[in-house]
């Protein structure tokens, strides 16, 4: 008993092998359900089984999403996923991650081929995808009359917009001859010159989609002038028609929210717009019209006639500044004048002789201004106010002054 194992570690070392090999971590296992059980945790715990044997199976929560259909029991199904061990029990399962009805296996093989075909052949390339107007005013429908799909689409687009007008194309969605009836639909409605064309339907199962994974359907889309927005099934649900569409919508009232613009907005917009528009206008305004007010004071200073005025002005303020300049000298003058005039006078000799003073002149005709410029017996003439004396010199005395 050299070597002796725990049970954990038997189990750990069964469930490496099964993690080790290829094969078990991506397997298709199809059979009969049985045991079905869905958990309060969203787990769901199944057993497949057929003539030979079985095998138990969980899909866990977070899987679900590969289950496009209610599991029950006696279904025959093709599970998708790996095989490993329990180590805590020590028993394989199954852990499934899509399940599908068998049957459905080959669909899912032909849409796989089309779709790849598509795909090179560039249909589903982004560079022929068409804009989607942002104002829709005619609005074509390719779907099923009745259902939910059709008054989901028009019900919110009137309720976006109530004036945009919805054209419907009666088409058969499922069946023999679906995909023949949705290709005329979308000829018909884009020979109308249309804004946008919705064509989709309702959820199903692949079967019931599978008009829409059509090739002839695929290239009605592609060849088709007026853009066209997928609105098939549920968001799960992808289908040809999506990937060579303009647009894809997860539902038919998606599909009507991305094609009719709410008028609402559109209105505040447009409003917005409006004040936006204002505000700018009128701002420039105020600044063309404070530059014409500029202008015009331009205009006016170098017009010639304002010129002539202003020089007009000028040279009267010049003319009356020279004409009182000249009155101030001459009024300045006179003044000095009379001051001038004023002290002549006060030296004048006649004033003196009126005064009682008299001018003496001796023989020679001179001024006599001493006692020794005349002699004893000389004549004098004595100058006063109104005449001439005619004096002789009979004596002289000295006088002390100071």
Not at 254 to 264: G, P, S
Not at 314 to 320: F, P
Request: aromatic share 8%; charged share 25%; with cysteine.
């Amino acid at each position: 008993m050299k070597h002796v194992y725990t049970v954990a570690q038997v189990n750990t070392y069964i469930k490496n092998m099964f993690t080790q090999d290829f094969m078990l971590n991506r397997i298709y296992v199809k059979g009969e359900v049985s045991n079905c059980k869905y958990h309060s945790s969203g787990h769901i715990y199944f057993s497949l089984k057929d003539e030979s044997g079985s095998v138990a199976c969980v899909m866990f929560a977070g899987d679900r999403k590969g289950l496009a259909f209610p599991m029950q029991d006696g279904q025959r199904v093709i599970v998708l996923g790996r095989v490993s061990v329990y180590e805590r029990s020590g028993s394989y399962q199954l852990y499934a991650r899509e399940i599908i009805k068998d049957g459905v296996g080959q669909l899912y093989e032909a849409y796989e081929k089309l779709k790849n075909e598509l795909e090179e052949m560039g249909m589903f390339a982004q560079e022929y995808k068409q804009p989607i107007p942002y104002y829709v005013k005619r609005l074509g429908v390719v779907t099923a009359p009745t259902g939910a799909a059709v008054q989901d689409i028009r019900n919110i687009a009137l309720r976006r917009n109530p004036y945009v007008q919805i054209i419907l194309y009666p088409a058969q969605v499922q069946g023999e001859g679906a995909a023949d009836s949705i290709v005329r639909g979308i000829k018909a409605l884009d020979a109308l010159g249309l804004d946008v064309l919705i064509v989709g339907r309702g959820g199903g199962s692949i079967e019931d989609l599978w008009a829409f994974n059509e090739e002839k359907v695929a290239r009605a889309i592609f060849d088709c002038n007026t853009p066209v927005i997928s609105a098939v099934g549920h968001e799960t649900d992808t289908t040809i028609a999506d990937y060579v569409a303009d647009l894809r919508a997860p539902t038919p009232s998606a599909a009507a929210e991305l094609a009719v613009t709410d008028i609402r907005e559109l209105l505040e917009r447009m409003q917005g717009y409006r004040r936006q528009f204002e505000n700018i206008f009128g701002h420039r305004m105020e600044e063309y019209y404070r530059r014409l007010a500029e202008l015009k004071t331009r205009v006016q200073r170098i017009n010639p006639e304002t010129q002539l005025l202003e020089k007009r002005m000028r040279l009267s303020e010049l003319s009356n500044g020279l004409t009182q300049a000249m009155q101030d000298k001459l009024l300045d003058r006179k003044h000095s004048l009379n001051l001038y005039i004023e002290r002549l006078h006060g030296l004048s000799p006649l004033l003196k002789l009126q005064q009682g003073y008299s001018y003496t002149e001796g023989p020679d005709g001179k001024a006599v201004t001493g006692i020794d410029e005349a002699a004893e017996g000389e004549q004098l003439r004595i100058h006063v106010t109104d005449g001439v004396y005619t004096a002789v010199v009979e004596g002289r005395e000295r006088i002390k002054r100071g």
